[in-house]
């Protein structure tokens, strides 16, 4: 069974611009998390979906960022304009019920 | 709110030396715990898990007890080895139906030398 996938592993944007971030979970898990780890500090949750619609998205840390699950399948998490204060890893997990499986995260870089 | 505390890095041991990293929580209710490990290049992992008070989590010779009394879920091996360098992170899950976000502690960078 494949586990959760997210593209890109790295991206590299300047301040400004956008980037989508794409996390596949497992297959049948109806609950997708997004968290971020932030210079080295904790990871953070940002937020929770069951299947397409948002259970809890209190750790979203302002409007610039913007995720959707469209179809209840794959999610993406979009930064609009990104900031410096953005990189960091975003991770992205899956659950069918209790433990959540992380994907390999995406390292994002704002110039 | 819940909150963990983890044992501050980075850590290097000799191989086979004892290991601990401490971990306590603030959480309301019952909560599970949880160790993640990220090895080099790598996602989370989940190491061990203890959904309930004096639970044993334990899996590739590491332990973990959840104590309810010192609210603590510290980790423990008893011969590290070079591949268990890696980056622990305790983590916690509220027992409130709906709320299943994790919390975690910063992390320990765990290096071990041969």
């Known amino acids: 069974e494949a586990g959760v996938t997210q593209f890109p592993s790295h991206s590299v944007i300047e301040k400004g611009q956008t980037v989508t971030l794409r996390c596949d979970p497992i297959s049948g898990h109806d609950n997708l998390y997004w968290y971020r780890r932030v210079m080295g500090k904790e990871i953070k949750f940002l937020l929770h979906f069951v299947k397409e619609s948002k259970q809890d998205e209190s750790g979203m840390p302002n409007n610039r960022f913007l995720a959707e699950r469209t179809g209840g399948t794959y999610s993406t998490l979009k930064v609009q304009p990104a900031e410096l204060e953005d990189s960091g890893v975003y991770f992205c997990a899956s659950s069918h019920s209790g433990t959540q499986y992380f994907g390999p995260g995406t390292r994002l870089t704002v110039l | ?114």
């Open chain 2, 1 to 114: 709110g819940n909150s963990v505390t983890q044992m501050e890095g980075p850590v290097t041991l000799s191989e086979e030396a004892f290991l601990t990293i401490n971990c306590t929580y603030t959480a309301t209710g019952y909560p599970s715990l949880f160790w993640y490990v990220q090895y080099p290049g790598e996602g989370l992992q989940l190491l061990l898990k203890a959904t309930k008070a004096d639970d044993k989590g334990s899996n590739k010779g590491f332990e973990a007890t959840y104590r309810k009394e010192t609210t603590s879920f510290h980790l423990e091996k008893g011969s590290v080895q070079v591949s268990d360098s890696a980056v622990y992170f305790c983590a916690l899950r509220g027992s409130n139906f709906g709320n299943e976000k994790l919390t975690f502690g910063t992390g320990t960078r765990l290096t071990i030398i041969p």
